[in-house]
């Protein structure tokens, strides 16, 4: 896919004139809680704690909750009626399968009440630079989530700043709505000057989700000020209480 090739490294030499400038915008707290996914990803999570993690996404208006693909029937049953999304991992926390795999995963969830996916990239693909499996990993979730939000989560810590403009030019191809900085269970999280050269890279035909380590109001604003627009957080309540 040599178009592919020649768009990322075109990318990387732009992207190599990005200054991390953040705006000085303003962000309520009730602002900030509509960009919040409520975020319960703990694999011994159970159905008591997913149904105080719906009553509190409904209690302070979040976005979505976002729970493990097992966790998405009784989401999906206790947020009927309400303005919360559902949103589901697939491939967590690794992405290390295979596009069918991916997709059918996708499907599954969906058909039990998912809104949006947030997908798993292959990472190591990406660092071989093998651009064409990675893109064909983020289509065929794509492809699968008919229609409904895809997030990709390219897990920054692990990656130089060739891969990161890399994952961002091909989420962008391959017709994903979200890249996002991180799963929270890697070596590290979101900064926001990840944030902010994401954004760069994908311009105004994606949005940026900031996942991993944020834990306060003022976190939050900070990635928002970055560029985010959409905040994945376990600590959702402390950071629009406190």
């Not at 996404?57 to 009784?74: E, G, M």
Request: proline content about 2%; aromatic content about 6%; hydrophobic content about 45%.
């Amino acid at each position: 896919m040599a178009d592919l090739t020649e768009k990322i490294e075109n990318e990387i030499i732009r992207a190599k004139g990005f200054v991390f400038t953040p705006s000085d915008k303003i962000a309520t707290r009730e602002k900030i809680a509509s960009m919040i996914d409520h975020t319960l990803l703990s694999p011994d999570a159970t159905n008591s704690q997913i149904e105080k993690l719906c009553a509190e996404a409904v209690k302070y208006a979040f976005h979505s909750v976002c729970v493990n693909p097992i966790n998405i029937p009784l989401a999906s049953k206790i947020l009927s009626g309400t303005n919360v999304k559902i949103a589901s991992v697939v491939a967590f926390p690794f992405g290390a399968t295979s596009p069918s795999i991916k997709a059918s995963e996708t499907r599954w969830v969906i058909e039990h009440g998912a809104d949006e996916i947030d997908m798993v990239i292959n990472i190591g693909a990406l660092k071989d630079e093998r651009y064409e499996d990675v893109y064909a990993d983020v289509k065929a979730v794509v492809e699968a989530a008919q229609n409904k939000i895809v997030k990709v989560i390219i897990e920054t810590a692990l990656l130089n700043f060739k891969q990161k403009v890399a994952a961002c030019v091909i989420s962008k191809e391959a017709g994903a709505h979200f890249v996002k900085t991180s799963t929270g269970y890697s070596k590290g999280g979101a900064t926001a000057e990840d944030v902010a050269l994401m954004k760069y890279v994908v311009g105004d035909k994606m949005e940026v989700k900031a996942s991993g380590g944020i834990h306060s109001f003022e976190d939050a604003l900070r990635m928002f000020r970055a560029g985010a627009t959409r905040i994945g957080a376990s600590h959702s309540v402390e950071i629009v209480t406190k």
